[in-house]
Structures are given as structure tokens and as C-alpha cells.
């Protein structure tokens, strides 16, 4: 007796503001050449779900959105992390795609021992639109990440051409928080801003890669994402500048490396950040960092070190007392996001 079919859920996500049109009604008509080329290359017991973003696009296969399927199967709406289209004349109801990962993660009805994946497709931020990517952006990314690995969802990201002109530093950074959900997470992903894909293909792939454990391929992607989140400016990903203020902020990603450091200025495993924009020279600046998340049980002791105007050194270091470690030092990564501000 042949061995049973691996069961794939995969959730095909859509931004439902009216630039995401043309890629819906594409990958509608790709979808069928796609599922039986899928099953021809890589069977799999399959099963896909079309959903779109508080919203919906007529003639495709997004009919139904996120909130309409998770509320259908009985989870309380009070318990969804994307707020409601309601009246809002723009947008950014329905570009909510870190918001509604974390609330498909979390709630969808996968089936019991199928592999979890979500294909994703947007072309502005991943918080809301825009395109212009801060701390708020980055840490609703960041809470993506974790709702997708904390319930062992795989999540492919597609971007596509923006509606709007940005900056080559815009386009970088939006372009990098796409690969960061999919790479964290052990997915693909597939930047096409310049046209259309290919759907009936790429689809095709985000299938095949599915049926992958999703552990083994976080643990296949994990340099690469290391490399992308580094690209953003050596640890100040993200970072924005408050001229009124002269203050500005950042996040950072950290874990504990192991052995407390136990000696003052033994700075070998602190990370390097860079402000987005240089004091200037001579100036008197102070750093505040604040850990966002709780991965790990044991108090992460976050240690700031050299401060000066174009940056700081900062790191995990788990409590010692008397030069004493309290624990092994080695901490899971945590979200940390910082203030830097101008003393005058």
C-alpha cells in the first residue's frame, strides 16, 4: 500500500487595495495550471484557501476575506489583531499583511498534521501601506515572525510593482522587510516590482516548497536572513530621525551569545549600531533601550556600551552577580528597540 500523501494547508493572501488587482485576476487564472503541475512535481495531499485583506476582488478567487473565514469557523473577532475596514476612506485597512499573519497564524484551521504555509502578496508596507518603513513597520513585522514561528506557519512573501514612486532608500528597505517575514519564517520569497510573475510558476514553487518541515527550512534560510537584516544599517534597521526632537530610534535584533561578559569593558560580543543619521561631532548623546518581546524566561540584561555621536555598542548580557553568572548566557533572540537622544 503506497504511503499516504503529505497534507499541505496553504492560504493564498491578498492586499486588496485596488493596485493588487492586476495580481489577483493573474494568479486566479494561473491558479489551476499551478495545483496540477504542483501535484505533478511534488504531490501532496493539498489544500488552498484564497483570502483577501479586509476586502475582496470580484471574478478571482478572493471572494472571502480573512476575517469572514476566521469569524466563519467561530473566533471571536475581539480576538483578531487587524482592526476592521470599517468607514476609512483610504487603504490601509486592507494592507494590513503582518497584522493578518499573525491572526491566521494563530487562528486559522489548519489540519492536524499538515505542513502550514502562507503565501502572501503586497506592494507597500507590510503595516498598513506606505512606503516608508520605522520602528512601528518594523516591530508589526517582527510580531509576524513570531506568531508564524510560535504555531510552525511558513510564510512565502511576494512583492510586486509599487503604486507610487519611492526613493531608492525606501524601495531597499521595503523590499528587505519582505524577504526578512519569508527568510525568519523558512519561506521564499519572490520580488517582481518591475511587472508581473509568472503566477502559474511561482505559485507552482511556493507549493513544492511547502512540503518542506517548516524547522529545516529556517534553519536552510537562517544565513541568508542573517545577511538581509545586517544589510539595514549594521543593527539600526529601520531607524528614523526626529529633527524637532534631535531624537531618534531604531530596532535591533538580539540574543544572549553565552557566557556573560563578567568584566567591565570586554565589549568583543556587543553589536555595533549605527544611528541612521550622525550627531554631530563633540555632541553629548544618551541611548534608552527597551526590550519589545518575551521570548525567553530568564531577564535579558540588555548593556549599552560607547556612545558616541554616530552610534553605540549594544548587547544580552544575563545577570551576573558578584562576576558571577546567574545562567548560562545564552538567550533567545528578542526584539530591542532604542531611543537615542541629543543632550543640549
Known sequence: MPDALKKVDLVVLIDTSASMKDEAEALSKGMVTAIEDAKKACPSDLRVQFLGIEGTFASTEFTKTARQHLTGIGVDAGQLTARPRGKAKDSSAQEQIAQTVVDLSRHFDWRVGAERALFVLGDESLDGGGLTIGPKASLANDRAIEAALAAKVKVHAYQTTLPAQPTPEQ??????????????????????????????????????????????????????????????????????????????????????????????????????????????????????????????????????????????????????????????????????????????
Open 171 to 344: 524601495a531597499a528597505a521595503l523590499t528587505k522587510e519582505y524577504k526578512r517575514l519569508a527568510l525568519r519564517t523558512g519561506g521564499e520569497y519572490y520580488i517582481h516590482t518591475q511587472g508581473l510573475a509568472d503566477f502559474r510558476k511561482v505559485l507552482q514553487d511556493a507549493i513544492c516548497a511547502s512540503q518542506v518541515p517548516v524547522d529545516d527550512s529556517i534553519g536552510d534560510k537562517s544565513d541568508e536572513a542573517d545577511t538581509v537584516e545586517k544589510e539595514a544599517s549594521a543593527g539600526a534597521a529601520h531607524g528614523q530621525e526626529c529633527t524637532m526632537c534631535k531624537s531618534q530610534t531604531g530596532i535591533v535584533q538580539l540574543n544572549g551569545p553565552g557566557s556573560p561578559v563578567t568584566k567591565g569593558g570586554d565589549l568583543g560580543a556587543f553589536t555595533s549600531v549605527t544611528f541612521p543619521k550622525p550627531y554631530p561631532a563633540g555632541s553629548k548623546v544618551i541611548v534608552i533601550p527597551m526590550v519589545q518581546t518575551f521570548n525567553g524566561p530568564d531577564t535579558p540584561g540588555i548593556r549599552i556600551a560607547d556612545v558616541t555621536p554616530e552610534g553605540f555598542k549594544i548587547r544580552i548580557n544575563e545577570l551576573v552577580q558578584s562576576a558571577t553568572p546567574l545562567s548560562d548566557g545564552n538567550h533567545t533572540t528578542e526584539t530591542i528597540a532604542w531611543l537615542a537622544c541629543l543632550v543640549e
